[in-house]
């Protein structure tokens, strides 16, 4: 299995509803990662997670709440977001942290705030 | 700071033209260098690797080059075809956890 798989693929919300991102690999990588993609602009980095655990935060607002439960599941708890929120979301992982491992990206989930 | 950009921003040729893709990145310490293709609204599907070790890969149809002094990446794309319309972007890996991409080009394939 070589693959990252993303649920929803798109997700509508109000700005008082309460919802999550959901990531999973099967490859055996240590580090996942988050990313927020707006319209015509390339991934920004918003979280790190390496052997579960949370390496950095790219200083992303806290009604972003991240969470790794196990080495092959990571998931984006989503809180009162603002309309500007709206954006394609990408998981990746790689086999350990670091900027000489290779990246694979999910299809990412297309989210909407109203 | 890892600063990459990509020439042409958006890049239109008929079917069965061999094209190049441009990348360049201001700091020459990177671990890799990656191309990536993403269709409008998906994901980025990752199509080249290449380590700091490396001048090229192949793949298929697809050949990417890394001249790390000149700070100069290529995506060579041979016999262009409707079904590779797309955007492409590279992203550079470095000593940190971060992957620094460029904007993209845009290709558009004319049948």
């Known amino acids: 299995d070589t693959e990252v798989t993303q649920t929803p693929k798109h997700l509508v919300m109000g700005m008082t509803n309460k919802k999550s991102l959901k990531c999973e690999q099967h490859m055996g990588h240590r580090a996942m990662y988050w990313y927020k993609q707006k319209a015509k602009k390339p991934p920004e980095l918003m979280f790190v997670y390496s052997y579960e655990k949370l390496s950095i935060n790219e200083s992303v607002p806290s009604r972003f709440s991240p969470e790794c439960p196990n080495s092959s599941l990571l998931n984006l708890h989503l809180h009162a977001l603002q309309p500007e929120d709206s954006a394609l979301y990408l998981c990746?992982?790689?086999?350990?942290?670091?900027?000489?491992?290779?990246?694979?990206f999910g299809p990412g989930t297309r989210l909407t705030v109203l | 700071k890892q600063e990459v950009t990509q020439i042409p921003a958006a890049l239109s040729v008929p079917e069965g033209e061999n094209l190049v893709l441009n990348c360049s990145f201001t700091d020459s310490a990177i671990y890799n260098l990656q191309w990536f293709r993403q269709d409008p609204g998906k994901g980025l599907t990752s199509l080249l690797l290449?380590?700091?070790?490396?001048r090229e890969q192949t793949s298929g149809r697809l050949n990417a080059s890394l001249d790390k002094s000149s700070g100069r990446s290529t995506l060579y794309i041979a016999a262009s075809q409707p079904g590779d319309s797309a955007t492409y972007l590279c992203?550079?890996?470095?000593?940190?956890?971060?992957?620094?991409f460029g904007k993209g080009t845009l290709l558009t394939v004319n049948p």
């Open positions: 990746a992982s790689s086999l350990e942290r670091g900027g000489h491992n290779e990246q694979f």
């Open positions: 992203a550079g890996g470095g000593s940190n956890y971060k992957l620094t």
């Open positions: 290449i380590q700091s070790s490396q």
